[in-house]
């Protein structure tokens, strides 16, 4: 799924890193090296998401966000924050940011989140049953099964198949999986998020045919999504 | 010392205020003391004046002028060169009667009082012994004065006077003295304390200034010095053991990110080699960022003490879901997970570093544990405080090292071959130290038990749900 994303940072080292990342990846690009012309690019044009860095020449990065806010711009903004600043989370997401990262990041890190935060914009407000396959989860009756059999999870492994399957076909890191079902921003020293995904995966992959969690070297995990993957398999004619 | 100088001092200026005030008090003290002597006889002699004017006029009205002039005859007869004076003269300015030579040439004061001089011959007032009376207009133009002797009067003025004026004199030159001499004293001691500063800051930092056990402000402010001087010490120790330590403990993966860099380009051949020691080398360069991060992240928590954002955070809540976080890790290592948390417990603080606090102390408890073994993760109330603690049963922190533990990048010899940046412990501490707490390593008796200990909060109402 190809974004339009709106890059504005002033570091031009930085600004052609993740511009050129995101491209290699396959969303188009826009570059933006100051805070007037970002909000500029912002308001005259339309963007699936945003990256926008906080210290920003001419126009400061959280008032280019309050003005496009207060012209009613819902675009989601994922803010990055530079070193040697007060890292205030609390702060961009009360002037209307989406998503926040701290310098120095993992590409993949900001890749993931860029995409989960346009994924957000094209999904349906309410779905009650989430699939990848034939996994299945029913929100409403809280039960998981693939194919015809019935999976049985802990909550916390529920939680975690749901946010999976919400970002099917998406990059989730670890931090993210942290944020979204243990609800805490911090940084594991060892690797105890893959513990539980490696439960998960117990109930839900091993004894079945296709694999659909799918772990991504140096990023996180993804849930395959085997219905795109098809599509994307005929329109490209392999 | 040169006037200028001198002047700005403390000490010199509380002295001279100090005199100032005391002769101000001096000298409202002796104001009443004269008023009550000195002025208090002037009085009498008026009232005593005005009295015998009263008994002439009663003569006067019952008697007529004969009746008048046969009474101050009387009194005149009675104490020729006595202390009363009398005059008595006629329409034209003859005089009738009386023992005072000529009327007076001064003209009465305000309160109707006048002051003449006495004596056999005339002459200027000032050689003629002090008189002072009243003048009385008769009717038919008569006049009368009466009046008193002053000299003995005035003597006692003056006596008075001489007296306060001395004693003025000694109660300045008294206060000044004292004043300087308190005053330099505690310059004194002010000048010691500043010159012993001046040395150790320019030279030993780790002298102190000397106490003494009296405890007034001065060995208040003393001892918050050396305070002072104890922690700048504390710091400068341990930014030069951070410094060794990051020069050290950084120096080798760095090393071998160089090292497998290298191999890598040598390799460029073999496509699969090429990528391994790439992949490697990147491991390398991730494990060192994250260890930079770390210790920024500590020093930024440190530094900043922001506490705007702190909550009333539910204890409970918290050491579950560390544990639920961590429990599949634990038992992945064969080692069991419980916990022992009394309801109703909060602090005042930040969630996420609270949950990194105690994520990095079980973390530290499942790589040490031995297989087998229970971990446990307890939280209760001690005093007006909670405590937060992960008890393991491995091999724990020798005593000696229990406080050198929580340095940055301190490693324990016996890990050095574990995994781990040497920075878990330090953000324990500065965490703690932001929320006013303190953390601990103690004995578990075997192991290791990591403490922390944080202000208790209000407390949060129990929940239906364990």
Redesign the interface.
């Known amino acids: 799924m190809s974004m339009r994303v709106l890059v504005v940072e002033d570091d031009l080292d930085t600004l052609e890193w993740v511009s050129n990342g995101l491209e290699e990846a396959g969303h188009t690009v826009e570059r933006a090296a100051d805070g007037k012309e970002g909000l500029f690019q912002a308001i005259e044009h339309d963007f699936d998401v945003i990256v926008l860095d906080r210290m920003l020449p001419k126009l400061d990065g959280l008032n280019v966000l309050r003005s496009l806010r207060a012209e009613g711009d819902g675009t989601p903004v994922l803010i990055l924050s530079a070193l040697g600043e007060v890292d205030d989370r609390v702060q961009g997401l009360r002037a209307g940011g989406d998503d926040y990262l701290v310098k120095p990041f993992a590409f993949s890190e900001l890749l993931a989140r860029l995409e989960a935060l346009g994924r957000r914009r094209e999904a349906p407000a309410v779905e009650t049953v989430l699939r990848a396959g034939d996994l299945e989860m029913d929100l409403l009756g809280r039960t998981v099964a693939r194919g015809d059999q019935q999976i049985e999870l802990q909550p916390r492994e529920f939680q975690l198949l749901e946010v999976l399957l919400r970002h099917k076909g998406q990059v989730v890191t670890r931090t993210m999986l942290l944020e979204k079902v243990w609800d805490y921003h911090f940084d594991p020293q060892t690797n105890v998020i893959d513990v539980h995904v490696s439960r998960l995966r117990g109930k839900v992959d091993r004894d079945f045919d296709t694999p659909l969690i799918r772990t991504v070297r140096g990023a996180g995990y993804m849930m395959r999504d085997p219905a795109s993957e098809a599509a994307a398999q005929g329109a490209s004619g392999r | 010392m040169p006037w200028r100088e001198m002047s700005r001092r403390s000490a010199f200026r509380v002295a001279v205020l100090y005199s100032a005030l005391v002769t101000g008090s001096a000298l409202v003290v002796m104001g009443i003391l004269y008023w009550q002597t000195a002025g208090a006889l002037l009085r009498e002699v008026d009232s005593t004046i005005d009295a015998e004017i009263d008994v002439l006029a009663d003569q006067y009205r019952r008697s007529g002028l004969a009746g008048l002039r046969s009474l101050v005859s009387q009194r005149l007869e009675r104490t020729p060169a006595g202390d009363n004076v009398y005059l008595l003269q006629d329409p034209q300015g003859l005089h009738v009667i009386g023992n005072l030579h000529a009327w007076p040439d001064e003209p009465p004061e305000p309160g109707g009082y006048v002051q003449f001089g006495l004596g056999s011959q005339p002459g200027p007032l000032s050689t003629l012994r002090p008189g002072r009376g009243r003048i009385v207009e008769l009717p038919d133009g008569y006049r009368l004065l009466v009046g008193r002797d002053m000299l003995e009067v005035r003597v006692f003025q003056e006596r008075v006077l001489s007296g306060l004026g001395w004693a003025m004199a000694m109660t300045v030159l008294l206060a000044l003295a004292s004043a300087m001499f308190v005053g330099r004293s505690i310059g004194v001691r002010v000048a010691r304390i500043n010159e012993a500063i001046d040395e150790i800051v320019s030279g030993d930092l780790s002298r102190r200034l000397p106490t003494r056990p009296e405890g007034d402000e001065l060995d208040e402010l003393t001892d918050h010095v050396n305070g002072m001087l104890d922690r700048i010490q504390e710091l400068l120790t341990s930014v030069r053991q951070v410094a060794d330590n990051i020069a050290h403990d950084l120096r080798t993966p760095l090393a071998r990110l160089k090292r497998r860099l290298e191999a890598g380009l040598a390799q460029s051949e073999d496509q699969e080699r090429h990528a391994e020691e790439l992949e490697a080398a990147?491991a390398e360069a991730?494990a060192l960022?994250?260890t930079f991060?770390?210790l920024?992240?500590i020093a930024?928590i440190e530094a900043?003490r922001?506490r705007e954002?702190f909550g009333e955070i539910d204890v409970r809540a918290l050491v579950l879901?560390v544990a639920?976080?961590?429990r599949?890790?634990a038992e992945?290592a064969g080692k069991r997970l419980e916990t022992t948390v009394a309801a109703g417990l909060s602090v005042h603080g930040d969630?996420?570093?609270l949950?990194?606090a105690l994520?990095?102390l079980v973390?530290n408890a499942?790589?040490h544990a031995p297989s087998g073994s229970e971990i446990r993760l307890v939280a209760e109330p001690e005093g007006a405080t909670v405590s937060l603690r992960v008890e393991d049963q491995g091999p724990g922190i020798p005593a000696c090292e229990r406080e050198r533990v929580f340095g940055r990048l301190v490693r324990l010899d016996t890990s050095r071959t574990t995994?781990?940046?040497g920075l878990?412990l330090s953000l324990v501490a500065a965490v703690a130290r932001l929320h006013d707490g303190e953390a601990a390593i103690e004995d578990n008796r075997p192991g290791a038990r990591a403490i922390l200990r944080l202000p208790a909060g209000a407390g949060v109402a129990l929940s239906a749900a364990t």
């Open positions: 990147l991730d960022l994250a991060n770390a920024l992240r930024r900043e922001r954002e879901d639920e976080l961590y599949p890790l992945d969630r996420d570093l949950f990194q994520a990095n973390d499942v790589k995994p781990g940046s878990g």
